[in-house]
C-alpha cells in the first residue's frame, strides 16, 4: 500500500516560513486526494489544503488561503505546503494522507482518508 513520509518541520519566528514535503511511495493503485491536515495539541484534526488528482484542483482551509501553497511534483511523487506569514497559532502536527476518492465539500474531513503519514512538528514561536 501506499507509503507517506512527511518532512521539512521546525521552529520558525512569527512570520516566517516553512516548507513541508510529502514523498510518496509504494503502491500502483489509483488515489484521488492527497492532502495536508493538521492538529495541535487538545484539538481535533483539521484540513489545511487538498489535492484533486482528476482535475488538479487545488482546495485550502479559510484559514491558511494565501498563506499556504500547495504543489505535486509527479516526477518526484511528492507533494509540497509552502508555508509563509506563520502565527503561532500554526503550530501543529502536519500530516500528509491520500484517499481513495475526491470529494469537493468534504475533503478536509479526517474519516474519509485511507492512507496517513507519522507527521511532522511545526512550532511557530518567538
Known amino acids: 500500500q501506499w507509503q507517506l513520509v512527511e518532512s521539512g518541520g521546525g521552529l520558525v519566528q512569527p512570520g516566517g516560513s516553512l516548507r513541508l514535503s510529502c514523498a510518496v511511495s509504494?503502491?500502483?493503485?489509483?488515489?484521488?486526494?492527497i492532502s495536508w491536515f493538521r492538529q495541535a495539541p487538545g484539538k481535533e484534526r483539521e484540513g489545511v489544503s487538498c489535492?484533486?488528482?482528476?482535475?488538479?484542483?487545488?482546495y485550502y482551509a479559510d484559514s491558511v488561503k494565501g498563506r499556504f501553497i500547495m504543489s505535486r511534483d509527479n516526477a518526484k511523487n511528492t507533494v509540497s505546503l509552502q508555508m509563509n506569514s506563520l502565527q503561532p497559532e500554526d503550530t501543529a502536527i502536519y500530516y500528509c494522507?491520500?484517499?481513495?476518492?475526491?470529494?469537493?465539500?468534504?475533503?478536509?474531513?479526517?474519516?474519509?482518508?485511507?492512507?496517513w503519514g507519522q507527521g511532522t512538528q511545526v512550532t511557530v514561536s518567538s
Open positions: 489535492f484533486s488528482v482528476g482535475d488538479g484542483n487545488i
Open positions: 494522507a491520500i484517499a481513495y476518492g475526491f470529494w469537493a465539500t468534504a475533503w478536509s474531513s479526517p474519516g474519509l482518508y485511507d492512507i
Open positions: 509504494g503502491s500502483a493503485t489509483p488515489y484521488y486526494s
